[in-house]
């Protein structure tokens, strides 16, 4: 007898339409109270950061009597004289100053911060993972506990007051972050590129500023704001080794300390309209700077993580 065939039931085949499975109705309401608490988080970020910067600008269009009557009150007359003022009474001074300093002091940051973390991402040798540590490991060093030994040694250099010397301290007082941050970026590079200009018979100085440092432009651009606003902002490095060492000796001061001299210059005769105009055109450059190039900072600490 021939055994009995038994009946198989048909599997029905599932088709793929190419669309993402709906959501349920309690995923799309998490969702929508995600985005509303973030873009509520954001607008109150954005308040807390705006308004104070708006009321500093506005308070230099006041008077005296007016920011003691109101200090959130509406300006009566504008009028530019203020900033005028402050600048004749040495924020001019102050502003030269700290732009003769970063001229030189970015660049360089960026030129030797570059090269030192090209040669850490690209090429492996005895004690390279101790050097890169070593520069990170400068980036958790308080500044303040470098004070006394670095104000000796500016001072044995005979730098203490000089360009040069608080040049030399910002390089090196940026360096380690510079590296830790190209040191990634060059790492995500593509290597294809660096064979290829090394068998075309290229240097290695010609493939690093031909051919590795313009792929590495957006992270240079982002890491160049950030040694830009550090720098800038700075007010303990200026303030230990930026002051007058005799009579004779001229007055160098940054922004930094040339608020703060500006302030205790009026003594009891206030003049705060001319401190906070001196402050909004300390702040003016900084925020022309970041909106200029926020596109290529946002490129430049994505790229990484997108590659």
Known sequence: MSAPIKETAA???QRTTGK???RSGSERSEGVVLNAFSHGFLALWALLIVLPLLWLVLSSFKTDAQIGGSA????QHWSLDVFGRAWEKGIGDYFLNTVIVLVFSVPL???LGSMAAYVLARYEFWGNRFLYFFFVAGAMFPVFLALVPLFFMVKRLDMLNTYQGLILVYVAYSMPF???FMHAFFRTLPT????????????HTRTFFQVMLPMAKPGLISVGIFNTLGQWNQFILPTVLMQPQSGDDPERYVLTQGLIQ???QMGYASDLPVLFAGVTIAMIPMLVVYLSFQRQVQAGLT???LK
């Not at 959130?72 to 300006?75: A, E, K, L, V």
């Not at 294809?192 to 240097?203: I, K, N, Q, R, T």
């Open 303 to 305: 790229s990484a993580t």
């Open 11 to 13: 599997v029905p085949v």
């Open 20 to 22: 993402a499975p709906a």
């Open 109 to 111: 940051t960026m030129l």
């Open 72 to 75: 959130f009150g509406w300006p």
């Open 192 to 203: 294809a590129v660096f064979e290829a200009a090394v068998l075309d018979g290229a240097s």
């Open 178 to 180: 510079t590296v830790f």
């Open 262 to 264: 500006l302030q205790q």
